[in-house]
């Protein structure tokens, strides 16, 4: 393969659009508050992303390949030496940040637990619903560091609200994946513990359910929140679909692009929010 297709290969398992994202929540849990962000734990936090990425695809490499993907399957040796040294570097950063008062001890242990559920999650694929459940947990985990400064119950809101949408978009994806997965990975797909009709009801639920929570937590800026109430409106158009779906893959594939073009107007909106005036 040649240098130019494995740097393409590499950007495209880092999931730019998962990981970027990721970083900027910590970000939006300053500005929602008013507080100077910490942009090392923005970065950090990144990096992380990126690395959970990295590894996910070298744990599924074997099933990737079943899919048409031989990226990681043909490039495993590299990936790993890899992923070891650069998660000794993150922990390397992460201590330096600490010993120099950067972070503080709280921020410094929610890091460390985010690196350790991280790679836990490669190993849970056998644990119905775990995968999903801590896909959740990690995505919306950047949102508490400004708690861990001083606490905000704002924070714990938009932790909620995140790990619902997520938690409802895993519940697509797992939708998605139901027949790949099947003696891989153990879902409430391919454990047949839910139809998928009831299924994707359940996904429209969690996700009906953040945009209810989050129309209570408007930012205060007019301008940021007339996007703000956009995002809010896909999240509901998401989950309306979701859960009257008739047409299972088309109106799935709609309500998913929905949920994603709603969470990025959001987290776009609000991490604009120290630069935008009064108005």
Same mark, same amino acid.
């Given at each position: 393969?040649? +240098?130019?297709?494995?740097?393409?290969?590499?950007?495209? *398992?880092?999931?730019?659009?998962?990981?970027? &994202?990721?970083?900027?929540?910590?970000?939006?849990?300053?500005?929602?508050?008013?507080?100077?962000?910490?942009?090392?734990?923005?970065?950090?936090?990144?990096?992380?992303?990126?690395?959970?990425?990295?590894?996910?695809?070298?744990?599924?490499?074997?099933?990737?390949?079943? /899919?048409?993907?031989?990226?990681?399957? #043909?490039?495993?040796?590299?990936?790993?030496?890899?992923?070891?040294?650069?998660?000794?570097?993150?922990?390397?950063?992460?201590?330096?940040?600490?010993?120099?008062?950067?972070?503080?001890? &709280?921020?410094?242990?929610?890091?460390?637990?985010?690196?350790?559920?991280?790679?836990?999650?490669?190993?849970?694929?056998?644990?119905?619903?775990?995968?999903?459940?801590?896909?959740?947990?990690?995505?919306? *985990?950047?949102?508490?560091?400004? *708690?861990?400064?001083?606490?905000?119950?704002?924070?714990?809101?938009?932790?909620?609200?995140?790990?619902?949408?997520?938690?409802?978009?895993?519940?697509?994806?797992?939708?998605?994946?139901?027949?790949?997965?099947?003696?891989? /990975?153990?879902?409430?797909?391919?454990?047949?513990?839910?139809?998928?009709?009831?299924?994707? /009801?359940?996904?429209?639920?969690?996700?009906?359910?953040?945009?209810?929570?989050?129309?209570?937590? &408007? &930012?205060?800026?007019?301008?940021?929140?007339?996007?703000?109430?956009?995002?809010?409106?896909?999240?509901?158009?998401?989950?309306?679909?979701?859960?009257?779906?008739? #047409?299972?893959?088309?109106? +799935?594939?709609?309500?998913?692009?929905?949920?994603?073009?709603?969470?990025?107007?959001?987290?776009?909106?609000?991490?604009?929010?120290?630069?935008?005036? +009064?108005?």
């Amino acid at each position: 393969m040649e +240098k130019e297709s494995i740097f393409k290969e590499v950007i495209k *398992s880092l999931r730019l659009s998962m990981t970027i &994202p990721a970083g900027l929540l910590v970000h939006v849990g300053y500005a929602m508050v008013n507080k100077t962000t910490n942009w090392f734990i923005v970065f950090i936090v990144f990096c992380i992303a990126c690395l959970t990425m990295i590894q996910n695809d070298y744990h599924d490499r074997d099933n990737d390949k079943r /899919k048409g993907k031989y990226f990681a399957f #043909n490039h495993a040796k590299e990936l790993q030496g890899a992923l070891y040294l650069l998660w000794e570097i993150v922990v390397l950063v992460i201590v330096i940040c600490y010993k120099y008062s950067v972070i503080n001890i &709280p921020q410094f242990v929610l890091l460390i637990i985010c690196i350790s559920v991280g790679v836990f999650y490669s190993y849970s694929r056998k644990l119905v619903f775990i995968p999903s459940m801590i896909t959740a947990l990690i995505s919306a *985990s950047p949102l508490l560091f400004v *708690s861990m400064e001083e606490y905000y119950s704002i924070s714990i809101m938009l932790f909620l609200i995140v790990f619902l949408l997520i938690l409802g978009r895993e519940v697509i994806k797992d939708y998605e994946d139901r027949n790949n997965d099947l003696n891989y /990975k153990q879902t409430i797909f391919t454990q047949r513990r839910i139809t998928d009709q009831n299924g994707l /009801k359940l996904a429209g639920i969690l996700i009906f359910t953040a945009g209810l929570i989050a129309i209570f937590l &408007p &930012p205060e800026k007019l301008l940021i929140m007339t996007f703000y109430y956009v995002g809010i409106f896909c999240f509901f158009a998401s989950g309306y679909m979701l859960f009257f779906a008739k #047409n299972s893959g088309r109106d +799935k594939d709609v309500s998913k692009l929905t949920l994603d073009i709603g969470i990025f107007i959001v987290i776009i909106s609000l991490s604009c929010l120290p630069c935008v005036g +009064k108005f």
